[in-house]
């Protein structure tokens, strides 16, 4: 009876010790399931604390708080145990990867400060250590989750870890290519910046006699950017000095995001210019849209002092501060990067940036086409704060932190017009001579006859003189209603050689700094000027051009 007894209390027992295993078994997996909930709490705190040290979330609405930010936080535990708690015998806790480690919530300011503290370390710790390698899965900077401003966060972490190894690697490939040269970008078969590439190129060739050499990339993994042998054939047998690139074929930096998601054929032009610009085979650019034809010889640009000194040379655009409403405002996209507006001081006078033609130093200012390229291929976010490419080169300067670096020429552009019709944007050499006419609207192609010739050039356009939320500023019908007011060389003497002081003595009125409607002088086009002589160039390049079989 006693051995009965005995066993019975025995047996008990034991059920007894599997019922509170199991209960404590259970009470871990509570404790495991509430701190999962809790968990995701602490994700979303986390996000919110990470992009606090980055900065407030992208104004552009990629990323929020509530999206957890996944970094590889280097040096934290790999399993999480709470302090003086261990897993019984038997029962398994849920392993929380790195990244996943929940944050204490704060019990006071002091605790705050200390955890904020904490996380920066964290988030250093986490930037300093990462790698980013061709194929690597979700690397911070190919799947945007940081958000545009985040992002900027990674890459500059990055670059300065890697300054040594991405400064000699720069080193290295300027080292085997030529000096100087005047790079352009455009592709496809009897395409109109083909045929605008060749014209530009004619004019330069056989009317300047430009001796700098040439290449033009295209971008052959698009077949509708290829330019094939023939036309490669034509182009070399009309203009000496030429190379065709094709861009596809050269390497790309790994540790950003792959330069083509969608093929946009407008976003695509913004990018393969900047992308040639990358990986140009000069050390110093002179880079050309397809339709900015150059009125005198270029090569001297490069002399120029305010070159020399800065490394690069742009030319302003019409509009001198953000325009709401339009693709002409700024302010967007230097609040998302947290950048300091150039046009935050109302009292400045600060063009945005034409950039059809501009000049740039690779081997000074390499950081800077690090900084460009990433900006136009988040293009989901920068082609819609910005128009296009234009006035990402001054942002990339300043977020080289080289923002004094970057250099306008101070002379506002103008406006040529042919018989009421708007031609383009006339940009001037530093001296104030007309330098390059840049024919944004009225372009070459096969499909039309030759453009027409400038009749009448406007004075340098002024901040304001008159706004259209389409995207122009200026009303070229307003213009042309004061043709017959035009100033003509018989009634005041001047010519393109100096066009500042020409709106000085003719047009004694007009004050390009002014930010208030104002009406725009017009002038008659002077016969015989070096504007003339080049357009007639240009009419002789594409005659040829048309009749190439292609």
């Known amino acids: 009876m006693a051995t009965f007894v005995r066993r019975e209390s025995v047996s008990m027992f034991s059920g007894f010790a599997k019922l509170l295993l199991l209960l404590t078994c259970a009470a871990v997996l509570y404790r495991d399931t509430a701190l999962q909930h809790k968990l995701r709490q602490q994700q979303v705190h986390l996000g919110e604390l990470q992009l606090q040290l980055a900065g407030e979330r992208d104004e552009s609405g990629l990323a929020t708080a509530a999206q957890p930010l996944a970094l590889p936080l280097t040096g934290v535990r790999k399993a999480l145990e709470e302090p003086g708690s261990k897993n019984p015998a038997g029962c398994q806790q849920a392993q929380l990867r790195p990244e996943q480690q929940p944050v204490q919530q704060p019990d006071s300011k002091a605790q705050h400060g200390e955890e904020l503290a904490k996380l920066a370390q964290q988030h250093k710790e986490a930037l300093a250590g990462l790698k980013w390698h061709k194929g690597q899965e979700e690397s911070l900077l190919q799947d945007g989750r940081l958000g545009m401003y985040g992002d900027t966060q990674v890459l500059r972490s990055y670059l300065k870890s890697h ?84 861009a596809s074929k050269l390497p790309y930096p790994e540790y950003h995001r792959p330069l083509f998601r969608h093929s946009r054929s407008e976003i695509y032009g913004w990018k393969a210019k900047v992308f040639s610009l990358y990986v140009a085979p000069f050390k110093e650019v002179l880079f050309l849209d397809s339709d900015s034809m150059p009125l005198l010889d270029p090569t001297a640009l490069f002399e120029l002092p305010q070159y020399q000194q800065h490394g690069n040379l742009f030319w302003p655009a019409f509009f001198v501060e953000d325009i709401q409403g339009t693709h002409y405002q700024m302010k967007p996209l230097y609040d998302t990067l947290k950048l300091e507006s150039p046009w935050a001081d109302p009292r400045k006078t600060v063009h945005q940036t034409e950039a059809g033609q501009f000049l740039f130093d690779r081997s000074k200012h390499w950081e800077v086409l690090e900084w460009l390229l990433f900006l136009n291929i988040r293009d989901e976010v920068t082609y819609k704060l910005v128009h296009g490419d234009k006035d990402t080169f001054r942002a990339a300067f300043s977020l080289a932190r080289k923002a004094d670096e970057f250099q306008l020429v101070p002379v506002a552009p103008a406006f040529i017009l042919s018989e009421g019709t708007y031609k383009g944007i006339l940009q001037f050499h530093p001296n104030g001579t007309a330098m390059f006419a840049h ?64 709106q000085r003595a003719c047009a004694p009125a007009h004050d390009v700094d002014m930010r208030k409607e104002q009406p725009l002088p017009v002038f008659e086009a002077p016969q ?21 079989k292609w």
């Open 163 to 246: 300054q040594s190894q991405l400064g000699g690697a720069w080193a290295g490939r300027l080292a085997q290519q030529a000096q100087r040269g005047i790079l352009m970008a455009a592709g496809g078969r009897k395409s109109v910046p083909v045929v605008n590439v060749f014209v530009t190129l004619h004019v330069l060739r056989h009317h300047l006699k430009c001796t700098l050499p040439v290449a033009i990339l295209y971008y052959g993994g698009l077949p509708s950017d290829n330019i094939d042998d023939k036309t490669q054939k034509f182009f070399k047998e009309h203009l000496e000095g030429i190379e065709f690139i094709d």
């Open 528 to 548: 015989g000027s070096h504007l003339a002589a080049a357009e007639a160039a240009a009419d002789a390049g594409f005659t040829l051009v048309k009749a190439f």
């Open 439 to 502: 024919r944004t609207p009225k372009k070459y192609s096969l499909r039309k006859g030759a453009l027409p010739p400038t009749t009448h050039v406007s004075a340098s356009a002024s901040g304001r003189s008159a706004e259209d939320p389409v995207g122009h500023l200026i009303l070229f019908q307003q213009l042309w209603k004061h043709k017959t007011q035009a100033v003509a060389p018989s009634q005041c003497k001047y010519t393109l050689k100096d066009w500042p002081g020409a």
